[in-house]
């Protein structure tokens, strides 16, 4: 007896002493803010936790969007045995003691047993397989949660005994609401820009704003957070973050970049970075920027965007700092070129309004058993089988067939691009072999810096 109460002092305690983030973490579905497309009303992950009706699920998405909340609201909801664990600590050992007790359980009382498994994708491949029996015949509930793409870091069996739910980063007025729902809870106030700046700088996370504002909250000591406040919580300053910096400044970036001016484009990073943006957001635009601005005017592009990402991840701030300089001045040195985005926009308007046209029979799958009988691959002509690789044969449904999508410039590696094109569409023939080394030079003349050989003034 006397033990119970010491432990129900002590958790108390601890409940008082938590994080804000964890202190605010809601209790049911209608206090969970964001995620209406699983949660709101009629929505199929919220039917299913009602019902107590729901199977192993993978819950995938960014940190701070209410994974572990969805969780702690399902072990309020079921009427199952909720056992949670930490991919991080727990074991194989752990794992097996779960499924004896959820064996025990199901014997004895009739009751089901829920797992819940942060951090799902630390757990070895080894270690998912350990799961897999108990999953495959019911015996446990699997409920993993995942910032990694699932389909590279859970074993395809256990993915496909599972419901896939993605869950998406907080929007702008959803952070707004949360932060004023902590600071209700604080019985405290904040100034409009200091909110703005909170929201600004969480990038969808709720858990980072609420951790940002506690440390604001000890900082202003009972007046209303300030800007400076949430400067000094970050410890760096904001430069001028008000309602829409986050955004302006990042659409400042991509613009400086598109008009390849390097040293706009390093200015805004070094800016962003300093008022403590989040490199991860930054990396994500300078990756879409290469495709949707350079594309094929210089292929490498993306191949620099994205290691500059790996880096982020890999190496971590500070000195992730100079992968993403390189990758801006690279990117603003860069040939520019829209003509991967417009095609692909062009594209998608056939499919969504063109008749949607079967597959042709000759491109049909005819690997398998009596294929060919039914006229699966029938008449294909392998390109390998003519010179240079390339034959005249329609590749797509008769209702499309003709319509060009990709007309590429002549900028940079897309102007080679657009000769060998032009070839194939209009003369059938192939370009020689050193028609790749003519690409190459292309890459390495004034026009990679953006300046067309037209435009440079004379000696």
């Given at each position: 007896m006397a033990d119970d109460l010491f432990s129900g002092a002590a958790s108390e305690r601890l409940k008082s002493r938590a994080p804000l983030?964890?202190?605010?973490?809601?209790?049911?579905?209608?206090?969970?803010?964001?995620?209406?497309?699983?949660?709101?009303?009629?929505?199929?992950l919220r039917a299913l936790i009602e019902a107590d009706r729901l199977t192993s699920a993978i819950l995938w998405g960014p940190p701070g969007?209410?994974?572990?909340?969805?969780?702690?609201?399902?072990?309020?909801?079921?009427?199952?045995?909720?056992?949670?664990?930490?991919?991080?600590?727990?074991?194989?050992?752990?794992?097996r003691a779960v499924v004896e007790d959820a064996r025990r359980l199901l014997g004895e009382q009739g009751r089901g047993t829920i797992l819940f498994l942060d951090e799902v994708h630390r757990f070895s491949r080894s270690q998912q397989d350990a799961l897999l029996p108990s999953v495959e015949e019911g015996l446990l509930v699997l409920i993993g949660a995942t910032t990694e793409n699932p389909f590279f870091e859970v074993n395809a069996p256990l993915l496909s005994r599972s419901t896939l739910w993605r869950l998406e980063s907080l929007s702008g007025d959803e952070l707004a609401a949360v932060v004023t729902r902590a600071l209700g809870v604080e019985q405290a106030s904040a100034e409009p820009q200091a909110v703005a700046a909170l929201v600004g700088l969480a990038d969808g996370d709720a858990r980072a704003a609420l951790t940002t504002l506690e440390v604001a909250l000890a900082?202003?000591?009972?007046?209303?957070?300030?800007?400076?406040?949430?400067?000094?919580?970050?410890?760096?300053?904001?430069?001028?973050?008000?309602?829409?910096?986050?955004?302006?400044?990042?659409?400042?970036?991509?613009?400086?970049?598109?008009?390849?001016?390097?040293?706009?484009?390093?200015?805004?990073?070094?800016?962003?970075l300093e008022s403590g943006e989040?490199?991860?957001?930054?990396?994500?635009?300078?990756?879409?920027?290469?495709?949707?601005?350079?594309?094929?005017?210089?292929?490498?592009?993306?191949?620099?965007?994205?290691?500059?990402?790996?880096?982020?991840?890999?190496?971590?701030?500070?000195?992730?700092?100079?992968?993403?300089?390189?990758?801006?001045?690279?990117?603003?040195?860069?040939?520019?070129?829209?003509?991967?985005?417009?095609?692909?926009?062009?594209?998608?308007?056939?499919?969504?309004?063109?008749?949607?046209?079967?597959?042709?029979?000759?491109?049909?799958?005819?690997?398998?058993?009596?294929?060919s009988v039914i006229g699966h691959g029938q008449d294909y002509r392998y390109p390998h089988d003519f010179p240079g690789a390339v034959v005249d044969q329609e590749y797509r449904p008769s209702g499309v067939a003709g319509h060009r999508y990709y007309e590429p410039s002549d900028r940079g590696h897309e102007a080679v691009v657009a000769e060998r094109l032009r070839r194939w569409r209009h003369e059938g023939e192939a370009l020689p072999d050193d028609d790749v080394l003519a690409g190459d030079d292309v890459l390495a003349g004034d026009d990679v810096h953006g300046v067309d050989s037209a435009d440079q003034p004379e000696a």
């Amino acid at each position: 007896m006397a033990d119970d109460l010491f432990s129900g002092a002590a958790s108390e305690r601890l409940k008082s002493r938590a994080p804000l983030a964890a202190r605010l973490r809601p209790v049911t579905l209608d206090d969970i803010i964001g995620q209406q497309h699983l949660i709101g009303p009629g929505a199929p992950l919220r039917a299913l936790i009602e019902a107590d009706r729901l199977t192993s699920a993978i819950l995938w998405g960014p940190p701070g969007t209410g994974k572990t909340t969805l969780a702690s609201v399902v072990a309020t909801a079921t009427s199952k045995q909720f056992v949670p664990l930490s991919a991080v600590t727990a074991g194989v050992k752990d794992v097996r003691a779960v499924v004896e007790d959820a064996r025990r359980l199901l014997g004895e009382q009739g009751r089901g047993t829920i797992l819940f498994l942060d951090e799902v994708h630390r757990f070895s491949r080894s270690q998912q397989d350990a799961l897999l029996p108990s999953v495959e015949e019911g015996l446990l509930v699997l409920i993993g949660a995942t910032t990694e793409n699932p389909f590279f870091e859970v074993n395809a069996p256990l993915l496909s005994r599972s419901t896939l739910w993605r869950l998406e980063s907080l929007s702008g007025d959803e952070l707004a609401a949360v932060v004023t729902r902590a600071l209700g809870v604080e019985q405290a106030s904040a100034e409009p820009q200091a909110v703005a700046a909170l929201v600004g700088l969480a990038d969808g996370d709720a858990r980072a704003a609420l951790t940002t504002l506690e440390v604001a909250l000890a900082l202003a000591a009972g007046r209303p957070v300030s800007l400076e406040d949430v400067e000094r919580a970050r410890h760096t300053r904001l430069q001028h973050y008000g309602e829409d910096a986050h955004y302006d400044q990042a659409s400042a970036l991509i613009k400086s970049i598109r008009g390849s001016d390097p040293d706009a484009g390093l200015y805004w990073l070094a800016r962003m970075l300093e008022s403590g943006e989040d490199a991860r957001f930054i990396a994500r635009r300078l990756v879409i920027l290469a495709s949707e601005d350079v594309g094929e005017a210089d292929p490498l592009a993306l191949v620099v965007a994205d290691a500059a990402a790996r880096a982020v991840e890999f190496v971590g701030l500070p000195e992730a700092q100079l992968n993403l300089a390189q990758a801006v001045v690279h990117l603003a040195c860069a040939p520019k070129s829209n003509r991967v985005t417009v095609a692909l926009g062009l594209a998608q308007a056939d499919v969504r309004s063109a008749p949607r046209g079967d597959v042709p029979a000759h491109l049909r799958d005819a690997h398998y058993r009596s294929a060919s009988v039914i006229g699966h691959g029938q008449d294909y002509r392998y390109p390998h089988d003519f010179p240079g690789a390339v034959v005249d044969q329609e590749y797509r449904p008769s209702g499309v067939a003709g319509h060009r999508y990709y007309e590429p410039s002549d900028r940079g590696h897309e102007a080679v691009v657009a000769e060998r094109l032009r070839r194939w569409r209009h003369e059938g023939e192939a370009l020689p072999d050193d028609d790749v080394l003519a690409g190459d030079d292309v890459l390495a003349g004034d026009d990679v810096h953006g300046v067309d050989s037209a435009d440079q003034p004379e000696a």
